[in-house]
């Protein structure tokens, strides 16, 4: 098993993807009503991460009580995404940048101790941190994946002014 990543190192991880992707709902904004993929568009795409967003903290107290890290599954998912429907590109970003803030300020207790817990999930064995960072790649991966669907080259996801930047 290899080494558990710092407090520090992780934080850093989490802070680079969160501002991609909140930065990518700006660049990806005129494309929203586009379809991505299973009847989704790029803005439920960023719905659900906007909605998976909202539950972390609560996902992540459950595996510390239970050992189990709860999934919605499909439902769960398009609850999420009609959730937030009445959204624009423009307000979904402040969104999820106020649900990246909630999470932020849950996590920041965590020390390396905490962080290297390691639990079962999905059945293989990942550290709270590995759990945590798990979560905020997904965010990633879809960006990458609307990014490909789209045709379009990483560059234009530009900073732009949020509330709070993260990286």
Avoid: C
């Avoid at 991609?20 to 960023?46: C, M, N, Q, S, Y």
């Amino acid at each position: 098993m290899a080494e558990a990543m710092t407090r520090e190192a992780l934080f850093q991880e989490i802070l680079q993807w969160w501002q991609r992707t909140e930065d990518a709902i700006a660049a990806l904004g005129e494309h929203f009503d586009k379809p991505a993929h299973d009847g989704w568009t790029i803005g439920d795409v960023f719905r659900h991460i906007t909605a998976a967003s909202h539950i972390m903290s609560w996902r992540i107290r459950e595996l510390l009580a239970t050992g189990e890290l709860p999934f919605l599954g499909d439902s769960g998912n398009e609850e999420g995404i009609e959730k937030f429907r009445s959204l624009d590109y423009k307000m979904l970003r402040i969104e999820l940048n106020t649900a990246h803030g909630v999470v932020w300020m849950y996590i920041q207790r965590f020390s390396d101790e905490d962080l290297a817990q390691t639990f079962t999930v999905f059945d293989e064995e990942n550290t709270l941190g590995e759990v945590i960072l798990h979560r905020v790649l997904h965010e990633g991966g879809h960006v990458n994946e609307l990014l490909e669907t789209l045709g379009l080259p990483e560059s234009v996801i530009v900073p732009v002014e949020t509330a709070h930047r993260w990286a």
